[in-house]
């Protein structure tokens, strides 16, 4: 399972219980866990496809990989939490879904503009920043690929802020120039970045609710 972000993967690793620490070069987490008789190997990459093709750098025996985190919605039916799964795995799950592509792109959807002009281009319900690097590195192992991700901001709305700005060479955010653009505006800034953050916590337990619930 690959996501960017640790946080992306607490909901899950909440649910399943009982991970342990993972040694993984290239990936800036790694966890490891067992549930159901299964084994899950649990990777944060960081964002965007450099990052992924470096955790991913060597193959590993796996049956499956499925990229998970979070996604911004280009359909408008999309809400925060709702889950979006994308692959040609069956799923089986009590909770509610939708089916549809996830479009990959290296660089932070932001607009509500820019999402709707990606809606009516590729014709994809959301839109994420690692999915089709893991699918092909999938492809290149030789085995099924499946993502699984959470809304965190839907098709409607702007993020607070530009967060392609803040990105460096690797690709990887700086937290601390997000930080020191919010407190330079307090008022129009923080408040966005406060309710996306509250958004990405309630994307988290979503994922975490689903993959504990689902089969495949």
């Known amino acids: 399972m690959v996501a960017a972000e640790r946080r992306e993967l607490e909901g899950i690793l909440s649910r399943f219980g009982g991970a342990s620490k993972l040694e993984w070069p290239g990936a800036k987490f790694a966890r490891a866990a067992e549930r159901n008789g299964d084994r899950w190997w649990m990777v944060a990459s960081g964002p965007g496809p450099r990052l992924v093709e470096k955790a991913l750098a060597e193959k590993r025996n796996v049956n499956g990989i499925i990229n998970t985190g979070f996604c911004g919605a280009l359909d408008p039916a999309l809400q925060v939490g709702n889950i979006v799964v994308w692959g040609d795995a069956a799923v089986t799950s009590s909770a509610p879904f939708a089916r549809g592509e996830i479009f990959s792109a290296d660089r932070v959807a932001v607009t509500a503009v820019e999402k709707r002009e990606l809606r009516s ?18 492809a290149e192992w030789g085995v099924p690929f499946m993502c699984i991700r959470a ?12 967060f392609n700005r803040f990105r ?35 994307a988290t337990r979503s994922l975490g609710d689903f993959l504990a619930d689902c089969r495949f």
Not at 152 to 160: F, G, H, I, K, Q
């Open 121 to 138: 281009r590729t014709g994809a319900v959301a839109v994420d920043m690692e999915a089709a690097a893991v699918k092909s590195k999938a």
């Open 151 to 162: 809304v965190s901001d839907t098709a409607a709305e702007d993020l607070p802020l530009d």
């Open 168 to 202: 460096n060479a690797d690709g990887n955010f700086s937290r601390t120039r997000i930080a020191l653009a919010a407190v330079a505006r307090p008022f129009s800034v923080m408040p966005g970045l406060l309710e996306l953050d509250r958004n990405c916590r309630r």
